[in-house]
């Protein structure tokens, strides 16, 4: 274990639904990711807070969420999905001092989106 | 754009033998570098960090980096079925960011 747990492990929604991945993580960083894992393509960051604020989104649909109440708390919320945002979202978080940047990963959530 | 490659492989190595992933990178001005290994259905898992040119060793897992050809290599000596996953490179691409690789599938046989 890692010290970043993911809730739920999986998760099927369609594509009018709601629904938000929750992130914890208990290993005292400041800094916490959303990643997007897609099959034959590398992992793909969407969204970076670093102590409490956003620091970068990247170009994200609206559809996707994140919020991001204290350091150790990390949530993506989910609405109007389509069937191309099925993947595996993983939560990391790490340190940011200077040049220490090792990310550590929770377990990810698989989503389908039917 | 900010690139990261990597071999997909899948390469196969047996048993015992020394495995080899390489990998480039497009950001002179990265400064942070890591593998991570990441099994079927699993999420990531760091396995080494280097920052500074030359070798790192940590058990059967060296760290190679060359800064001026903007290169990082890891290899696995001894080479164990477990060893077998996806070889993931990370490097710095931005305040508190990693781009990563698409990663290198290695295949140990007994």
């Known amino acids: 274990e890692t010290g970043v747990t993911q809730t739920p492990r999986h998760l099927v929604m369609g594509m009018t639904n709601k629904k938000s991945l929750k992130c914890e993580q208990h290993?005292?960083?400041?800094?916490m990711y959303w990643y997007k894992q897609s099959a034959k393509k590398p992992l793909e960051l969407m969204f970076v807070?670093?102590?409490?604020?956003?620091?970068e989104n990247n170009s994200v649909p609206s559809r996707f969420s994140p919020e991001c109440p204290n350091s150790s708390h990390l949530f993506l919320h989910l609405h109007t999905l389509q069937p191309e945002d099925s993947a595996l979202y993983l939560c990391?978080?790490?340190?940011?001092?200077?040049?220490?940047?090792?990310?550590?990963f929770g377990p990810g959530t698989r989503l389908t989106v039917t | 754009q900010k690139e990261v490659e990597q071999n997909s492989g899948p390469l196969s190595v047996p048993e015992g033998a020394i495995a080899s992933l390489n990998c480039t990178y497009s950001?002179?001005?990265?400064?942070?570098f890591f593998w991570y290994r990441q099994y079927s259905g699993k999420s990531p898992e760091l396995i080494m960090s280097?920052?500074?040119?030359g070798d790192k060793e940590d058990g059967r897992f060296t760290a190679q980096l060359n800064k001026a050809s903007q290169y990082v290599s890891l290899l696995i000596r001894d080479s164990q079925p477990s060893d077998s996953a996806t070889y993931l490179c990370?490097?710095?691409?931005?305040?508190?960011?990693?781009?990563f690789g698409k990663g290198t599938m290695l295949l140990v046989s007994p």
């Open positions: 990391a978080s790490s340190q940011v001092l200077a040049g220490d940047y090792e990310q550590y």
């Open positions: 290993l005292g960083h400041n800094a």
């Open positions: 807070y670093s102590l409490e604020e956003r620091v």
């Open positions: 950001d002179r001005g990265s400064q942070s």
């Open positions: 280097i920052y500074s040119n």
């Open positions: 990370a490097v710095t691409s931005g305040y508190s960011t990693l781009t």
